[in-house]
T-cell receptor
Framework: DGGITQSPKYLFRKEGQNVTLSCEQNLNHDAMYWYRQDPGQGLRLIYYSQIVNDFQKGDIAEGYSVSREKKESFPLTVTSAQKNPTAFYLC?????????????FGDGTRLSIL | AQSVTQLGSHVSVSEGALVLLRCNYSSSVPPYLFWYVQYPNQGLQLLLKYTTGATLVKGINGFEAEFKKSETSFHLTKPSAHMSDAAEYFCAVSDPGGFKTIFGAGTRLFVKA
C-alpha cells in the first residue's frame, strides 16, 4: 500500500543536541511538507518542498532545517537553536502541491526534551 | 491573507444526535476547502473537499459539508453521531495559486453513549 512513513514514533532530545526526523513516501508525489502540531494551535507549516533539491521556509522555520535529495525522502532536523521543540511533528505530501489537492499525512513523530 | 476559524474547541454530542462542527474562512479569492479528521497519535485523514462545482459535498463516514460563499462558511455535519466519530476535526483552506494550506485550530468531538 502507498503511504507516508515517519520514524521514529517517539524521540527524545537532550539539551544542545540536533535530532533528525525521517519522512519517506512511496506515493510518487512531488510536493512534501513538514508541520508542527501543538495542542489548541492546529498545524503550523515549518518547511515545504515542491520538487527535488528545492524547498521553501514556512511560517515557523527558525531552528529547523530540511533536505530534499530524493523525491521519496524529506527529513527534518530539529537543531539546538529550536528552544521549544516539544511537539507532534507531521509530514505530508501531495501530487504537485497545487491548492486543490488534499494532503496525505504520516502518523507523526512525538518529540520531547529530556 | 487566508485564515480559518473553527468555532468551539470542544463539541459534545450524544450517540445518534446530529453533529455540527463550524468553520468560517477568510480568502480574497475563491478558496479550496477541506475537512480532515485526526485520531489520537495519528496523522490527518481527508474527510471531504470542496474545489469547484456543487456546494454540498459528501465525504466518508456519512459526513457532509456545504460551501456558503455569502456566509464564508464550510460547516461539517453528520445526521447521527457514532462512538467511532470521537476524534479531532480540522478545517483547512488553500487558494488556487498557492502551495500552502492553512489549518484551523481544530475541534475535538466527544460522543456520549
Amino acid at each position: 500500500d502507498g503511504g507516508i512513513t515517519q520514524s521514529p514514533k517517539y524521540l527524545f532530545r537532550k539539551e544542545g543536541q540536533n535530532v533528525t526526523l525521517s519522512c519517506e513516501q512511496n506515493l510518487n508525489h512531488d510536493a512534501m511538507y513538514w508541520y508542527r502540531q501543538d495542542p489548541g494551535q492546529g498545524l503550523r507549516l515549518i518547511y515545504y518542498s515542491q520538487i527535488v533539491n528545492d524547498f521553501q521556509k514556512g511560517d515557523i522555520a527558525e531552528g529547523y532545517s530540511v533536505s530534499r535529495e530524493k523525491k521519496e525522502s524529506f527529513p527534518l532536523t530539529v537543531t539546538s537553536a529550536q528552544k521549544n521543540p516539544t511537539a507532534f511533528y507531521l509530514c505530508a505530501s501531495s501530487p504537485t502541491g497545487e491548492g486543490n489537492q488534499p494532503q496525505h499525512f504520516g502518523d507523526g513523530t512525538r518529540l520531547s526534551i529530556l | 491573507a487566508q485564515s480559518v476559524t473553527q468555532l468551539g474547541s470542544h463539541v459534545s454530542v450524544s450517540e445518534g444526535a446530529l453533529v455540527l462542527l463550524r468553520c468560517n474562512y477568510s480568502s480574497s479569492v475563491p478558496p479550496y476547502l477541506f475537512w480532515y479528521v485526526q485520531y489520537p497519535n495519528q496523522g490527518l485523514q481527508l474527510l471531504l473537499k470542496y474545489t469547484t462545482g456543487a456546494t454540498l459535498v459528501k465525504g466518508i463516514n456519512g459526513f457532509e459539508a456545504e460551501f456558503k460563499k455569502s456566509e464564508t462558511s464550510f460547516h461539517l455535519t453528520k445526521p447521527s453521531a457514532h462512538m467511532s466519530d470521537a476524534a479531532e476535526y480540522f478545517c483547512a483552506v488553500s487558494d488556487p495559486g498557492g502551495f500552502k494550506t492553512i489549518f484551523g485550530a481544530g475541534t475535538r468531538l466527544f460522543v456520549k453513549a
